[in-house]
C-alpha cells in the first residue's frame, strides 16, 4: 500500500503544492509526487527531518546539495525548484522525472550500442556542465541516473558533491566517497584526488555497464574488487565495438593524469555520431533573440523571501548569516546588506552602466546586465538578485547565465566588490563583526 496522505486530508505545503502519492524513500528522506498549484505543473517533494538532520549531522551535507544543484541547472541535470521549510520539516522541491532509474534498464541487461552513446552524450554533457561550474558528482552510477518520459537522462543525487571550497591545501579532494563498483583508483587509495577526474572513471564503468550489461571490476570478494580496480584490469566482452572498446579503454585507465579528459571525449568517433549539445537552462534564462533596449519594470512591491535561509538559520545557534554562506562556491558572488532592496537595485544598475554593461533587465528585484565584449565562451551574462532574509537585512546573489565562468570569477572579484563596497554589510564567508 502507499505511503500516501488520505483523500480527505489534501496536503498543501506553503500554499503553494499539493502533495500527493509516495514515491520512494532513501536513507534519511521520503519522496513525495507533487503538484505545483498554479501551473498544475508535476513535482516531486522530497521531505527531511529537521530533527534527524541535527542528530545525524547532515545540515553540511544539505547545505552542499542545495548550493550545487542552484549552480548546476542543465537539461541533463535534475532541477532544484526551491528548498522550504517548516519548524519540523525541510521540503526539496524538485523538478519531477517520471521515467525511473536507468539502472533499471541496465538491469535488464544490455543496451543497443546507439542507446548507449544517447545516454552516455547526456552524462558527460551534464558532467561537463558540472565541472565549468567546480563541481564535482562523486557518486555517478546507474542508479542516480534518471529518465524522464522523453527517455532523456537527468543526474540526480549531489548529497556527496564537492565544490571548490573543499578542497585540501594541496588543491585535492581527501573525502573517500561513492559506490565502490563506481569509484575510481586514486579515491579508493585516500591520498588526495581530483574530483573531475574520479567522475570521468564512474563515466567509464558506467559506459561499459550500459553496453556488456555487468561490472567490469567484480569479486565476491571486495579486497580482489578493489586490487582489480588498482590495476584497472578488466576485459570488453567481443560485442561491444572497436571504437566503444577504444573509448572504454582511455576512460578505464588507473593513472588519473593519463585518464582521457572530457575535451578529448568530445573528438572520440564513437562519441560524435549524432551528438548535439545541449543548451544550458542557465543561458536559455535570457532571451533568444537580440537584445535591443533594457526592460525597466518593476512588477513587485517587495523582494522574494530567501527560503533556504529560513531552515538554515532556524538551525544554526543566533542570527549568523554566516551559516547560510559557508558552504557555496567561494566566488565572491553573494553577500547580506542593510540598505533597502529599491537602494540596491538602483546600485546595481549604477554598477551596470559604470562598467559598461548593457542593462538587459531589471524588475523583480532582479537585475541582469550584460558585457560588451566577447569572452572565451561568449559575452558574460550577469544575474544579481535581491532577497529578503529579515527585517532590514537583504541577501544580493550574483550568478552567471552565460559566459565563461573563470571570467565571472573575475568579474566578481575585481569590478564588483570593490564598486559595491558601500552596500555591502558582510560578503559570503566573512564574519558580520568584521563589518561592522
Not at 501551473?39 to 517533494?45: L, P, Y
Request: glycine content about 6%; overall charge positive.
Amino acid at each position: 500500500m502507499e505511503d500516501q496522505p488520505p483523500p480527505q486530508n489534501r496536503n498543501i505545503i506553503f500554499g503553494k503544492y499539493e502533495m500527493g502519492r509516495f514515491l520512494g524513500k532513501g536513507t534519511f528522506a521520503k519522496v513525495y509526487h507533487g503538484r505545483d498549484l498554479k501551473t498544475s505543473e508535476s513535482v516531486a517533494i522530497k521531505v527531511l527531518s529537521k530533527d534527524q538532520v541535527k542528530k545525524e549531522g547532515l545540515m553540511e551535507q544539505i547545505q552542499r546539495e542545495i548550493s550545487v544543484m542552484r549552480l548546476v541547472r542543465h537539461p541533463n541535470v535534475v532541477e532544484i525548484k526551491e528548498v522550504m521549510a517548516t519548524k519540523q520539516k525541510i521540503f526539496f522541491i524538485m523538478e519531477y522525472v517520471k521515467g525511473g532509474e536507468l539502472f533499471a534498464k541496465v538491469a535488464k541487461g544490455k543496451l543497443k550500442e546507439d542507446a548507449a552513446r544517447k545516454y552516455f552524450q547526456q552524462l558527460v554533457s551534464a558532467v561537463d556542465f558540472c565541472h565549468s561550474r567546480g563541481v564535482s558528482h562523486r557518486d555517478l552510477k546507474p542508479e542516480n541516473l534518471l529518465l524522464d518520459e522523453e527517455g532523456n537522462l537527468k543526474v540526480s543525487d549531489f548529497g556527496l558533491s564537492a565544490l571548490p571550497e573543499h578542497l585540501s591545501h594541496d588543491g585535492l579532494l581527501h573525502t573517500q566517497c561513492g559506490t565502490p563498483a563506481y569509484v575510481a583508483p586514486e579515491v579508493l587509495r585516500r591520498k588526495g584526488y581530483d574530483g573531475a577526474r574520479a567522475d570521468l572513471w564512474s563515466c567509464g564503468v558506467i559506459l561499459y555497464v550500459l553496453l556488456a550489461g555487468f561490472l567490469p571490476f567484480q569479486d565476491e570478494n571486495v579486497m580482489k574488487m578493489y586490487t582489480k580496480i588498482f590495476k584497472a584490469e578488466f576485459s570488453i566482452p567481443p560485442w561491444v565495438s572497436q571504437e566503444a572498446k577504444r573509448l572504454i579503454s582511455r576512460l578505464l585507465v588507473a593513472d588519473p593524469e593519463k585518464r582521457i579528459t572530457i575535451p578529448a571525449i568530445m573528438r572520440a568517433p564513437w562519441f560524435c555520431k549524432g551528438f548535439a549539445r545541449p543548451v544550458a537552462f542557465s543561458v536559455k534564462e535570457s532571451s533568444q533573440e537580440p537584445i535591443e533596449e533594457a526592460e525597466l519594470v518593476r512588477s513587485k512591491s517587495s523582494p522574494p523571501f530567501y527560503n533556504a535561509f529560513e531552515f538554515i538559520s532556524s538551525m544554526s545557534s543566533g542570527f549568523d548569516l554566516s551559516n547560510l554562506f559557508e558552504n557555496r562556491s567561494k566566488s565572491g558572488s553573494l553577500f547580506t546588506s542593510r540598505c533597502s532592496a529599491a537602494a540596491i537595485v538602483a546600485k546595481l544598475e549604477s554598477l551596470a552602466k559604470k562598467l559598461n554593461f548593457r542593462l538587459v533587465c531589471s524588475k523583480d528585484y532582479k537585475v541582469r546586465m550584460q558585457g560588451a565584449s566577447e569572452g572565451r565562451k561568449g559575452r558574460l551574462l550577469v544575474t544579481a538578485e535581491v532577497f529578503e532574509v529579515a527585517a532590514e537585512v537583504a541577501v544580493v546573489e550574483f550568478s552567471k547565465s552565460a559566459g565563461d565562468t573563470l571570467e565571472y570569477r573575475k568579474f566578481c572579484e575585481e569590478e564588483v566588490r570593490p564598486a559595491l563596497k558601500d552596500i555591502v554589510w558582510t560578503w559570503q564567508g566573512e564574519s558580520c563583526a568584521l563589518q561592522g
